[in-house]
């Protein structure tokens, strides 16, 4: 969906991804060219000609972008040599990956860069895929048999790319039952479990440690937002500002509440706590504000044409203090989305934007989700990123590496041909 706005309430478009397979030469010259960044990555000439033949299967037209097909369909090709090389040959992960982010800050950074973080779920059969786990998979939008990824996404005005990674490993299997799938399936023994946020975190401070690509807002959904953790982080870093989605059960206030000092007794010792006064009025959830706002407060931007029509929404925002654990926490940016008709859905944003800040920064905020969305999307239908079928822990890492390498490949052609687009935003749905 593409937004009619003005230049000025943005900061900047997001160009879109136009590329036609006649608009490259010799695209197997491009991509040769492209590997020998990564050729002191791989000790013998083997991996490094295994690199090439699986990337080039995966921008082949092939129906299925697993490790077989790939190896049948490339000229020199063998099967098992291409399994051992995904999942069991050394790699120099770490200094692929930091030429890769090199690589993606010398095209896409920019000092208004923002750094996205979502998960995707990978639909798997068995059980003995390394995390693989009845979890909520977000790919088919229910609970299934799957893998779930951890992603950092990048977008500024010269594109966008995923960033970073990480496989969530479900706490079940770090139990006793599950060791021996641990070691069949190379998870290293010092890994320990953490939750989704707890792994946006570490790639956060990865990203910051490095300091291989600027940047000026983070955005995540709620499943990141509802972690202290992860928003103390962010808030941790100076000239940073983050847009979070939360649930609609969210609390706040829309003033900052009393609070008094109460004395208790605990273990015989005298305590303190602070609690609300008795003039403190109760928290509201950020739906019950969003459904009874007067319509002067909302503001309609118009959406162009999709598959039915012309598609609107409404925003307006306010400022709030948050409600945690009964007592007022920080003072934020509350940012509500509607649909417009009968039946309005409503979305809802916090953020750490300046008091200044403007309706049109924040809408614009909530639309450069969208440069993950694609993301995904691009990977999975053009590279084949779900498609994988191996079950290690190293397999994952190396095929999720390689899709990730291989969609900014396409985006540097793209730059390096100074192929023009149109740019375009998109409001997240």
């Known amino acids: 969906m593409l937004p009619e706005i003005r230049q000025s ?29 990564f050729a002191d990555c791989f000790h013998r000439s083997e991996s490094r000609e295994n690199f090439f033949l699986y990337m080039s299967g995966q921008f082949s037209q092939l129906e299925r972008k697993s490790i077989e097909p ?24 770490e200094n692929i990956e930091y030429k890769y982010r090199s690589l993606i800050n010398e095209d896409l950074g920019h000092p208004d860069g923002a750094i996205i973080f979502d998960e995707s ?59 021996e799938r641990r070691r069949k399936c190379k998870l290293p023994p010092s890994t320990q479990f953490k939750t989704k946020p707890q792994l946006a975190v570490d790639m956060l401070n990865d990203i910051v440690k490095q300091q291989q690509i600027p940047f000026r807002y ?8 509802n972690s202290p953790e992860f928003v103390e982080a962010i808030e941790s870093l100076v ?9 609609e059960d969210t609390l706040c206030w829309f003033k900052h509440p009393c609070t008094v000092a109460k004395e208790y007794k605990y273990n015989g010792q005298v305590r303190i706590k602070k ?22 407060f909302w503001y309609r931007r118009k959406v162009s ?20 654990q009964g007592l007022p926490e920080k003072t934020v940016w509350l940012l509500v989305r509607k649909t417009v008709g009968k039946e309005s859905q409503y979305s809802y944003f916090i953020s750490n ?20 969305e694609q993301c995904f999307e691009e990977t999975k239908t053009e590279l084949g990123m779900d498609q994988y079928e191996v079950r290690k822990f190293p397999g994952w890492h190396h095929h999720i590496l390689t899709c990730m390498l291989g969609h900014y490949f396409l985006w540097h052609l793209k730059i390096r041909l100074g192929k023009k687009s149109s740019s375009y935003y998109a409001l997240a749905a």
Request: charged share 25%; hydrophobic share 40%.
């Open 9 to 37: 309430d943005y900061l900047y478009n997001v160009p879109k991804f136009e590329l036609d397979r006649n608009d490259i030469v010799d695209f197997a010259e491009e991509l040769k060219g492209f590997h020998e960044n």
């Open 70 to 93: 790939i190896a049948i369909a490339m000229e020199g090709g063998k099967i098992r040599a291409m399994q051992r090389f995904v999942s069991d040959a050394p790699w120099d992960d």
């Open 121 to 179: 779920g990978f639909v798997k059969k068995g059980g003995d895929s390394i995390g693989v786990a009845r979890q909520y998979c977000g790919t088919v939008g229910k609970v299934d048999n799957c893998q779930v990824g951890v992603f950092a996404a990048y977008a500024s005005s010269h594109g966008y790319a995923l960033f970073d990674k990480r496989l969530y490993i479900p706490e079940q299997w770090f139990s006793e039952d599950y060791s």
């Open 218 to 225: 983070v955005l995540a959904d709620s499943v990141y937002a």
């Open 239 to 247: 000239g940073v500002t983050y847009l979070l989605q939360v649930p």
């Open 275 to 296: 609690v609300l006064s008795g003039q403190a009025k109760t928290p509201i959830t950020v739906k019950t504000f969003a459904t009874g706002i007067n319509n002067f």
């Open 305 to 324: 044409e999709g598959t039915k029509g012309p598609i609107e929404y409404e925003f307006t925002k306010r400022r709030v203090v948050l409600c945690r």
């Open 353 to 372: 934007a300046p008091a200044s800040v403007r309706l049109p920064t924040l809408v614009w905020l909530s639309g450069l989700r969208w440069a993950v």
